[in-house]
């Protein structure tokens, strides 16, 4: 079966800071994933998603960044956190070339930028 | 721009009774649909999708899909404390592109014991 991690599970960072969020999937090959974030009252909104290896797309130009080292990994980061960057981070997976678009989330990671 | 709306709540039902949650998406376009529970605090997870028009049971689950009108329930019988969260509905649109999904902004649901 599939499983997806994501860490740290809690993050407080000064502004300024870098940042640097660390997603897995394990138990598939070439998956579709997703960053999202969601802001205290918010929906979710759909960062960055990447295709295979090395392809990103950016759905909200911002201070963020991802990258995709490896078929199962997927990296946000960032050289300089604002204030507006606090929120819950989510990294999800979908299974390539699945007809239907049946996203699986991780447990998260809520960034407070301080 | 593809919308897909809900009524944030909160929704609050009696334990045993029917919760009946509701959205609706802007894009005739879209083919699948897709329900969330997230518990606060934590990750949504997938309770149900629905890609025909009619109802599809899963359990105390039912979702509703009526394409006509553009809209899509999420109906959970004899409901339970351990049900309150909040419901998020997720839109996918085909066109050539299936990996994005519109979401909305979720119906938090409250069962009183």
């Known amino acids: 079966s599939q499983t997806i991690h994501q860490w740290p599970a809690t993050l407080v960072q000064p502004v300024g800071s870098p940042l640097s969020l660390e997603c897995t999937v394990e138990g598939t090959s070439n998956p579709n994933l997703y960053w999202y974030r969601q802001a205290a009252g918010r929906g979710l909104q759909l960062l960055f998603y990447s295709v295979g290896i090395g392809q990103i797309s950016s759905e909200v130009p911002q201070n963020l960044s991802a990258s995709r080292p490896q078929d199962r990994q997927f990296i946000l980061s960032s050289k300089k956190l604002l204030l507006s960057d606090s929120g819950f981070y989510l990294c999800?997976?979908?299974?390539?070339?699945?007809?239907?678009?049946?996203?699986?989330f991780g447990a998260g990671t809520r960034l407070s930028v301080l | 721009q593809k919308e897909v709306e809900q009524n944030s709540g909160p929704l609050s039902v009696p334990e045993g009774a029917i919760a009946s949650l509701n959205c609706t998406y802007s894009d005739r376009g879209s083919q699948s649909f897709f329900w969330y529970r997230q518990y606060s605090g934590k990750s949504p997870e997938l309770i149900m999708f629905i890609y025909s028009n009619g109802d599809k049971e899963d359990g105390r689950f039912t979702a509703q899909l009526n394409k006509a009108s553009q809209y899509v329930s999420l109906l959970i019988r004899d409901s339970q404390p351990s049900d309150s969260a909040t419901y998020l509905c997720a839109v996918n649109h085909n066109a050539g592109n299936n990996r994005k999904l519109i979401w909305g902004l979720g119906t938090s649901l409250a069962v009183n014991p």
């Open positions: 999800a997976w979908k299974l390539a070339g699945g007809p239907l678009n049946i996203q699986y």
